[in-house]
Structures are given as C-alpha cells and as structure tokens.
C-alpha cells in the first residue's frame, strides 16, 4: 500500500476536498468569541533520560524573529543546522571483540527544512543528515556511519482546529503524515530517535495523531516500515517488517497522574534478509507518571507484555521500570534525588518451546547506561542518581547503577560484539557488572553546549567468565569518557 502511486493520489485528493472545508472551519473559529487560553495539559515527567525531543527537533529555528516580518506565505517556515562533534577513549570496551583501547571521534551534521501553519492544512518535513566517524580502531558499522542521507521527507495534513476545543480552550488538532519519519513515543524506551547514538533512528509510513500534547486527551496511532540504515549506501526501508503502534495520553486527571496506555505489533515476514525468521509479537502496556501538589515528588512506571510467536517459538516476555525523585525546590541548585528500577526479561531455557527475551523494539538505551553497555533486554538494574544546575548553565548528573542478567541462561546483547555472549548452561553466572558515572553539560553560548562524561564500570562474573571463554583473558574493569562539542548554526544568527 505505502508503494502505490494511487495511495499518493489519494491523499492529493483528500487534500484538495478538505481545503474549502478547512478554511471554512478557520472563518468559523474567526467569527466565534474567543475563549481564553489556559496552561496546557501536558508536563514532563521530570525522570531521568525520558524527554521526548520536540517536533519538529529541538534545534530547528524559524528564520525571523518576528513572524510579522516575513513574506505571508512563508511565515511557517522553519529551518535548521545543527553540527555535533564527540571525542570518545573506551579502555577496554566490553562490546568489542577484544581488550584494546579506542579513541574514536564522531561527527554528525543534520540539516532541516519545513513549512507549518502558513498553508495549512498542507505542511511539510525534511530532514539530512550526515553521520561519520574517523581515528577508530574498528571497523566501520551503522551505530556510528551513515553519510549523506535523508532521515525525513514527509508530507502532512494538519487541521490544527478541526477537533474543537478542550475544556481549557486549547484547540484540538488533527494530523496525518506520510513519508520517512523520525520520532519518539512515550518514555523513549520503545521508539526513539536514538539521539545519544551517531545515527538516527526512522520509520517510512503513516503516523496520524487527534489532539496534541497541550490537550486534556491525545490518540496516535501509525504503520510504519522500519529504515535499514546502510553506512555508505542510501537506506532503504524493510519491507519484510511492519510495526502497528496505538498511543493514547489522557491527561484530565492533573499533574498528580498521567495515563498513557498503548499496543505496539511487530511482525516480520520470512525471506532471506532475516534468514527464513518469522516473528509476530504483541505488545500492549501502560505508562504512568505524576508529580505531587507542591512539585517535590515525582514518579513514573512502565508495564509491558510481549505475546506472539518467533518462529516455532511461542512470545512470553515483560518489561518492568520504575523511577521515583525528589527535588529540593528551594535550593539554588534545585537538587534532585532519584532511584531507578527496571526489569527485562530474557530467555529461561533454549531447548524449552518458549522465547521469554524482551524485544526492545527502536528504543533508547544510553538511560540505561551511560556507556552504552545495557540496553532493554535480559536485565535487572537498579541505579541512584543526583541532579543539579549552578549558575544556570551548568547541569551535573552523576549516579551509580547495579546490573544481572534477568535470565543467567540467556545472552548479553551488547557483550563481545555478540560472540559468545551466552551461556545457556548459566554457569557464567548471573552478575554482570556495576560503576558509577557522571556528565556536566555547559551553554557557552545560545549556540554552542558542552558535553563532558564518564563513567567507570566494575566487570562482573558473566562478563569476565565470556571475555575468558571467547579472548582467554579477561579484565576487571573498563573505563569511558568523552567531550561533545554542539553547534546550532542557525542560532549564530
């Protein structure tokens, strides 16, 4: 369906039968008493690493600074450069293949280019971006390497009226978007742009959405092939796999508790891309996270089921987190202290008819650790962390985290670069590893930040049991830290 040129023209046709109605549901906004807008419903949940960027990304800019001053039919436009550059040293990375020591710099620039509001309802998107990475001891791979590629081209129908109004006055809208995508739901744990990572995450398909996040309740739902991000070559999407995804927000509740439940379906047909591998796999759960009246609590807590089958196996797997902070409010440096709990279910018996591995989907996983070890799958970790700003352009997070595999039988998906990195006998044992980290960010300017990290990170029993098994040796510990560069250019302004 997303490859028929009828489908194109029929959204060219939904266009054109909507525009009279459209504008003569703005004349009607226009000619009705005005209602005064109030605080919208929507907040941040305040927990660690769970912000969702902006749409479009937080480092697009509108060319003027009074939209007054624009030409009529380009006062929607928005435009962006954005450039990061990041030196890392990895001393004795337990993700690579062997013990040496790594000093890759990695360099990013992304390009955006949109139009909103002005010829409304027909809006658009596009995205560049060009990923590379240079002084690495490494070969090259699709985490870091991805030059000169589109991650976004869509095009957009949005009635930013069309739905009403809420019960605060803030208009309801309504959108459907179709094309390459880059976004990010929810805590970010499931679909996120990856922005930590070199290279983004996208989608091509159709992503429709009825009210926004200033709304009391919000629907979104989407069909989307994910993109096979290639290093040198233009990505392409996977057409052998489709993923279904239902968002709903309900916010009427107050700032003391957020509800957003949701459906995901991944299902992957068998070819020879994926060797012969078959998967359908529901994933149904719920997000919830508030704050309390004065401001000083704050939580959040995630369930998800995974049901289905992969292969001849049948899907059984959950995913458990939770995070609970304090913020000083009356201290100058708004200290805040949190504890994190997660839980991802791997794999209890090879031989047993049953796949219990959770499948993380396009999540997030530098939340999960700071050197990008752990991700979503076959784990438990617990972690404390601290957060702070001085001088109001100074930000500092430093915390210590605990991990074991959730299942000593299963793997370790990020360990020796996936060779060897499962003991289905457990004997390995179950404790992978724990460390403290740390990272100031710094605004030197409006359009320049600074990034500084690291972390220090004590080997457990399974993960220097598989580094003796696989390399015949094995460290105690390894060591991470790293200095990011970012520039906004458009803000040079």
Do not use: C
């Not at 589109?150 to 179709?178: C, H, T, W």
């Not at 015949?472 to 390894?478: K, Y």
């Amino acid at each position: 369906m997303l490859r028929s040129p009828q489908f194109i023209i029929r959204i060219l046709i939904l266009f054109a039968s909507t525009k009279a109605f459209a504008q003569k549901t703005l004349q009607t906004e226009r000619d009705s008493n005005q209602i005064e807008i109030a605080a919208p419903y929507s907040f941040e949940a305040g927990t660690y690493g769970t912000q969702r960027d902006s749409d479009p990304p937080s480092y697009v800019r509108r060319p003027w600074k009074d939209s007054k001053t624009a030409p009529q039919t380009l006062r929607g436009l928005v435009i962006g450069l954005d450039f990061r550059s990041r030196a890392e040293y990895r001393h004795f990375d337990i993700r690579r293949p062997s013990l040496i020591d790594d000093t890759p710099v990695l360099l990013r620039t992304r390009a955006y280019l949109g139009l909103t509001q002005a010829w409304d309802p027909l809006r658009f998107g596009f995205e560049f971006e060009d990923a590379h990475r240079i002084n690495s001891a490494f070969e090259p791979d699709n985490r870091d390497i991805n030059r000169g590629e589109v991650i976004q081209s869509y095009v957009e129908l949005n009635f930013a009226k069309l739905g009403g109004r809420d019960p605060r006055g803030q208009f309801r809208p309504a959108m459907i978007r179709f094309g390459k995508q880059a976004f990010e739901l929810l805590d970010r744990r499931l679909v996120a742009n990856n922005a930590w990572r070199n290279t983004t995450n996208n989608f091509y398909g159709i992503r429709t959405s009825l009210g926004g996040e200033q709304n009391d309740w919000q629907v979104e739902a989407m069909w989307m092939h994910p993109i096979q991000r290639k290093s040198f070559e233009w990505d392409t999407p996977i057409y052998d796999q489709q993923i279904w995804m239902f968002v709903g927000h309900w916010r009427n509740t107050g700032r003391r508790l957020i509800v957003e439940p949701y459906y995901f379906r991944f299902d992957q047909r068998p070819s020879s891309v994926n060797a012969f591998r078959e998967r359908h796999i529901e994933s149904p759960g719920l997000r919830i996270f508030g704050k309390s009246p004065s401001g000083r609590w704050n939580y959040e807590a995630t369930a998800t089921y995974q049901f289905g089958s992969d292969r001849d196996l049948n899907q059984n797997a959950l995913m458990l987190t939770s995070e609970f902070g304090h913020t000083w409010l009356d201290s100058p440096q708004k200290f805040r202290l949190s504890w994190f709990n997660a839980y991802a279910s791997g794999d209890r018996n090879a031989a047993d008819g049953e796949m219990n591995r959770f499948e993380r989907f396009f999540g997030f996983a530098r939340p999960w650790s700071s050197d990008d070890y752990i991700i979503p799958e076959n784990v438990l970790s617990s972690r404390i962390r601290l957060e702070s700003i001085f001088w109001k352009t100074l930000k500092f997070d430093g915390g210590y985290s605990v991990y074991w595999l959730a299942s000593s039988t299963d793997r370790m998906n990020n360990l020796l670069d996936s060779q060897g990195n499962r003991d289905v006998s457990g004997g390995s044992g179950a404790f992978v590893g724990h460390g403290p980290d740390l990272r100031l960010r710094y605004n030197v300017h409006r359009s320049v930040n600074l990034n500084f990290g690291s972390s220090f990170f004590v080997n457990g029993d399974f993960v220097r049991n598989r580094q003796r098994a696989e390399l015949g040796r094995s460290e105690e510990s390894s060591f991470f830290t790293y200095l990011e560069v970012n520039f906004n250019l458009i803000d040079f302004w």
